[in-house]
């Protein structure tokens, strides 16, 4: 089954805080992952640098680390995120609000943008997602994680990760457990908080 970019938010099986996405691509595999102390970014493999004038989608910052806060999305709205929880907005409508104003996007498949955010000091964690029909944000309870994907699986869903850092969890999502399933995976990032977030990358 092909799922297209999947984001996963909430508490490994260690109730450990977490953040972690895949790229999957039919179209735009030739991708790979740029990390930095508190930022993913997704960015053409040398050599294909030219495929953004093709699609203006296909690079962007996926995570970012903000006022110890982990944001997670499948695009440029991950900064949109960012910068309304840097100036303190609060994390429901600073995802609510950002996904809302950059809507779906304007691709030949009406992409849809999806995002996740968590708070791992006075625990608090969102999930949403936009699409052509819906927008829609859910509250992720202590202990539990979920995912979503713009494809098929377009409302969250509960699933166990049992890994212990961010390499475990980058290597999870993107061919391990219930994820094995999901056809053309290309890179996975994976950002564990154990008293500060770690970023690891899979390409």
């Given amino acids: 089954m092909y799922l297209g970019r999947i984001l996963a ?3 490994s099986k260690e109730n450990k805080p977490f953040i972690a996405y895949r790229v999957s691509s039919r179209s735009f595999p030739n991708r790979r992952v740029n990390v930095s102390k508190t930022t993913a970014s997704i960015i053409p493999k040398e050599g294909y640098e030219k495929d953004i004038f093709e699609n203006p989608y296909i690079a962007y910052n996926c995570l970012k680390i903000v006022d110890n806060i982990g944001v997670i999305t499948n695009g440029s709205h991950t900064d949109i995120i960012a910068d309304k929880i840097n100036s303190k907005m609060n994390l ?3 995802l609510t609000l950002s996904l809302f104003a950059m809507d779906y996007e304007k691709d030949d498949f009406n992409t849809p943008r999806i995002a996740g955010v968590v708070n791992p000091d006075e ?3 969102y999930i949403g997602i936009v699409t052509h029909e819906k927008i829609l944000v859910e509250k992720i309870d202590y202990g539990v994680a979920k995912f979503i994907s713009t494809y098929e699986q377009q409302t969250p869903k509960l699933v166990e990760f049992p890994v212990e850092n961010s390499k475990d969890l980058a290597e999870f999502i993107f061919n391990k457990g219930e994820f094995k399933n999901f056809t053309n995976p290309v890179s996975s990032i994976g950002s564990i908080y154990d008293d ?3 970023i690891e990358s899979i390409d």
């Fill in 123 to 125: 625990y608090e964690a």
């Fill in 196 to 198: 500060k977030w770690t």
């Fill in 92 to 94: 429901k409508d600073a």
């Fill in 9 to 11: 938010i909430g508490m």
